[in-house]
């Protein structure tokens, strides 16, 4: 059975997801890109993964700082994945913070520092396997910013 690539990514949009933006540091600068391909993997040891387009610019930069953050967004946060999806904001300056040597967006819901564990073969995407070395989760997180059917979507808790 032949499946469209269009029919694909459609029905796999009928699974609702949180939205994070993943940061990394290359020489003085800071990157980011919005992902949703995140997951736990494993308590022990602490696992976590990101699925990241091969050609994007972050693929490579990830895998040569060897260090990146996942940054969980707030329901308010839209206009940062935005930015950070390709689409940036002159008029947003998203403000920096650092926790265990890893730049992390400061306004999070949560951000979890990883170091590479191992990278793998995902067909058109890197799937970067990332052992937690440091979180940290805001006092008042507020409620997550959600993406389901190629849209945002707020829950409030």
């Given at each position: ?48 993964l990101v699925c ?38 002159p008029a947003l ?35 970067v396997i990332g ?27």
């Open positions: 059975m032949s499946i469209d690539q269009r029919e694909f990514r459609a029905t796999m949009g009928l699974f609702a997801t949180g939205v994070t933006v993943i940061t990394a540091r290359s020489g003085e600068e800071t990157r980011g890109m919005t992902a949703n391909a995140v997951t736990s993997v494993s308590l022990e040891p602490l696992l976590l990241i387009d091969r050609r994007a610019r972050m693929a490579g930069l990830i895998v040569e700082a060897e260090r990146f953050a996942v940054n969980i967004l707030r329901a308010d946060q839209e206009a940062l994945s935005r930015h950070f999806a390709g689409r940036p904001d300056a998203p403000r920096f913070d650092e926790l265990a040597g890893t730049p992390i967006l400061a306004a999070s819901m949560a951000s979890l520092v990883c170091a590479i564990d191992r990278v793998l073969d995902g067909g058109d995407h890197l799937i052992r937690v070395e440091a979180l940290r989760r805001a006092d008042d997180a507020g409620g997550p910013l959600l993406y389901y059917r190629g849209q945002y979507y707020q829950f409030m808790a």
